[in-house]
């Protein structure tokens, strides 16, 4: 296996592919159903329901409305909310509070005589329980939830003795981990959590719309920011809103993703973006193993992103069938990219393999590699012409368009990947 190169892109062109896939995810992923987007999120990029919900975790614990929140959380655990109550109670040889003379003198006869040390007073007590601490209370649990039950594999038992009093504003001292800054915001959440006054404050399985109101609208600014974390945390787990989920994608999958991926998803939804605008995005709906369909013509076309028709392809693995006889087990071999066109009821199939590479020996490596998909499948219907193509990023070109296009395997640029889209969505 040859090594690639290391400085194949420079950071212009990864943040030049990531604003592409930005705007092809608005175009498509991001135009649907609400409640069919998780899935296209775990769909593409080839995440599972639990550890979506663990990036949505930590997009949620890494945010800046978090962040904002934790760093007021000391002065407003400070500055709690309260409603003063009077109650009558009665004491003996002490006053606390205002005395209540008609009372007073009432027990005192009531009594049988006149004691005079016996008094009714109303002293002032605070109340904590009110409807914004209740949102509190609530908010500080989630994020302990949301730390244990879903990122729980990043906990370090030596943390909280090391970083439980870093105060929020020095989180830049630790800013090259985002672990530990998950984990610093979740121990001054828990630490606040031990506060007495929450003894008294109720607990509430949901947040309804007037209290989030309240909140938005108090006077103390503290409990506003309360209010912009909470939408945040509603946008993200409750509603799923688009505009959330959206911003999620974009910090959490495709700014961390590797180049490899980057480059993948781009020839991908480069195909999605050249078929017919009515096209049907199956990523979208649960069950397809499709993830575009559309027609060309005359010619249905499905594209396939890291999957096959499993139905089809399981059935005419011979390497499969090989390794099954022994303890070493296989997967499905599954290429980046599989094209699907079908024609007066045939379906043929095409190969597409990503390499982000300018290396000739990798590119020649891949080409072997592909050969191998081909015999892998015996008994597919693969395309008559071009059955199997390797797009790399630079280092090849055509020098003879219709030969190239004559043989078992295409080899592609980037450049000549786009220009050539015509061709490989054809059976022409």
Known sequence: MYLREEKLWNSEIRSDMIQDLKEYLSLYLFKGNVSNVSYGIETLFQLNADELKAQKAAHFLLSDELNEFVKILPFLMRNLAHSSQKEMIEYKGLIRGKVDWSQTYKRRYANGFDDKSLFVCLPASKSYDLEENQLLKFMLMRIVVLFEKTLSFIKNPDFEIEYEEIDADEEENIVNNWHDIVSNRYYLVKKALRNVYFNSISDVKSIKPKVLRKAKNHRNIYYQRLAAL?????????????????????????????????????????????????KELGLLVYGNDYSVKSTIGDVDVKVYYQGVPKQVFSKC??????????????????PDVLIELEKDGKKYYRIVEVKRTSNPNYIRDSVYKVLGYLNDFDGIPFTKNIPGVITCWEGVNMDNKYGAFDQEILILNKQDFLENLNELLSLE
Do not use: M
């Not at 974009?250 to 998803?265: G, I, N, R, V, W």
């Open 317 to 334: 693995t011979k390497y499969k069938k090989i390794f099954d006889n022994y303890d070493i087990g296989v997967n499905l071999r599954r």
């Open 230 to 278: 909470y939408e945040l945390y509603e946008e993200l787990f409750v509603y799923e809103d688009l505009y959330a989920l959206k911003e999620l994608v974009e910090e959490q999958l495709l700014k961390p993703a590797s180049d490899d991926t980057l480059f993948e998803l781009f020839i991908f939804f480069s195909l999605v973006d050249y078929l017919p605008e009515d």
